[in-house]
């Protein structure tokens, strides 16, 4: 059983930087994929960034460049370093981990505001 608790959303200024962070504990080793999703009120939750265990990463179009993912895997920890937010960045952010059977469990979300 996996579980992910995320951490590091709060309030910022547009064009300032957050970083979230995701931990996860319990059956590390069925881990393939850790991504961050979010969701916005009235929106479909949505993938930002994902990295599998070989390090492999992919981002939505609306976070190249900005945003950058990456895997800690001696202190079991995914990242999310985000720069240059922007208003339409806030929303909830979700951590997720998966295999390839599916999900295997989501954190329980933690909310970036990014005041204009």
Request: aromatic share 8%; with cysteine; glycine share 14%.
């Amino acid at each position: 059983q996996v579980r992910l608790v995320e951490s590091g959303g709060g309030l910022v200024q547009a064009g300032g930087s957050l970083r979230l962070s995701c931990i996860f504990f319990g059956g590390i080793w069925s881990i393939n994929t850790v991504g961050w999703y979010r969701q916005a009120p009235g929106k479909q939750r949505a993938l930002v960034a994902a990295i599998t265990s070989g390090g492999a990463t992919n981002y939505a179009d609306s976070v190249k460049g900005r945003f950058t993912i990456s895997r800690d895997n001696a202190k079991n920890t995914v990242n999310l370093e985000m720069n240059s937010l922007k208003s339409e960045d806030t929303a909830v952010y979700f951590c997720n981990a998966a295999n390839s059977g599916g999900d295997i469990g989501w954190g329980q979300g933690t909310q970036v505001t990014v005041s204009s």
